[in-house]
């Protein structure tokens, strides 16, 4: 019964959502950590490089997962220049300029950047409920921004720089949810060593310094789960509902990293920052219960991606039918049918009404 479970989108996707989330978590806190005194490019780097590493390592077989395609090269390269290269550069130097609890707070705001963005460029299902935690989202940033103001300009700046991260890491979000039929391992390995290449010559040409041994693999172990596995379950997660809805799971990283560095004894909290965290959990929690179902129609669709024959959407027939997860082009005819359903590659139908 619960093997079933696992394979219905909603909790499918859900569960590879706060796996990625749990792990981008932690990283948040460790990379403050382990990149004290390096530079930003350096930093970024290193998390890429172990990035590439997982992707390399977890590669499938074209039987099992769609290849990457020459038309998704210009997709890749956005993603990289902003997920692998803006993105990460921006949350190192934030980090180094303000409190480790505040930054992860902050990140929050990713889901409510891809959230939009998923609503404006796949007109993902937006009711008065996700509005509503979105703006949530926007309180819960701001009275972020008005605590770390008092604190000092440098510790503003350093947390505009986490959200310039996380719109950074918004853009790249949706921008991946037009590879969601492509195999995920291949798509970190590619993103990763893209944005590694660019950053290593950032910072070889602007002269930063060499990280030590310890800073190095401690970097390279943390890009390897907290952005390497970690966007492998998120790049999974958006097959199986979306981008808006994964975001918002993910929106549960940042707690998880301030939990995190407060056990790191960062003790920076104020009464904004708390109120902050308040607005901005109200937010996620709101956001994930959210239920969508109604009548709808699927128009004849043909693709490649990985799937499965007991998911009620793939009643195609081969001479040998084949065990579990596998992947080949293959035709939906139409159907028409009613059931709770979220934006995965499924159902992107129009809605007339949200």
Excluded: C
């Excluded at 590439?52 to 210009?74: C, I, M, N, Y």
């Amino acid at each position: 019964m619960t093997r079933e479970l696992l394979h219905l989108p909603a909790l499918r996707g859900g569960f590879l959502a706060l796996l990625a989330a749990v792990l981008f978590g932690i990283s948040t806190p460790a990379v403050q950590r382990l990149g004290a005194g390096l530079g930003a490019f350096t930093t970024a780097t290193l998390l890429y490089s172990g990035a590439a590493a997982v992707g390399a390592l977890s590669l499938r077989t074209a039987a099992h997962e769609a290849r990457l395609q020459r038309s998704d090269t210009w997709r890749l390269i956005a993603m990289a220049g902003f997920g692998a290269a803006l993105g990460p550069v921006a949350l190192a130097w934030g980090l180094q300029h303000t409190s480790g609890a505040s930054a992860s707070l902050m990140l929050t705001l990713e889901a409510l950047f891809t959230a939009t963005l998923a609503w404006w460029l796949y007109s993902e299902t937006m009711d008065r409920r996700v509005w509503a935690a979105m703006l949530l989202l926007f309180a819960g940033g701001m009275a972020l921004v008005l605590d770390q103001a008092q604190q000092g300009g440098v510790q503003l700046m350093g947390l505009l720089a986490v959200l310039l991260a996380t719109v950074a890491w918004g853009v790249d979000n949706t921008l991946s949810r037009g590879l969601a039929e492509r195999d995920p391992s291949q798509v970190v390995m590619a993103k990763a060593t893209l944005g590694a290449v660019a950053t290593a010559a950032l910072a070889v040409s602007t002269g930063e310094p060499l990280p030590s041994l310890y800073a190095a693999l401690g970097l390279l172990a943390v890009g390897a789960t907290g952005y390497g596995l970690s966007l492998r379950f998120y790049l999974l997660a958006q097959r199986a509902f979306g981008a808006a809805r994964t975001g918002s799971v993910f929106a549960f990283a940042p707690f998880i990293g301030a939990a995190v560095a407060f056990g790191f004894g960062d003790r920076s909290a104020g009464w904004l920052m708390l109120l902050g965290g308040v607005l901005m959990l109200a937010g996620v929690v709101l956001h994930l219960t959210e239920r969508h179902g109604h009548e709808h129609t699927h128009e004849v669709l043909e693709h490649e991606h990985a799937h499965r024959h007991d998911d009620g959407h793939h009643s195609h027939v081969h001479d040998v039918m084949p065990r579990g997860s596998h992947s080949h082009k293959h035709t939906h005819e139409p159907m028409t049918h009613a059931h709770p359903h979220a934006p995965d590659v499924h159902h992107q139908h129009v809605h007339r009404t949200s």
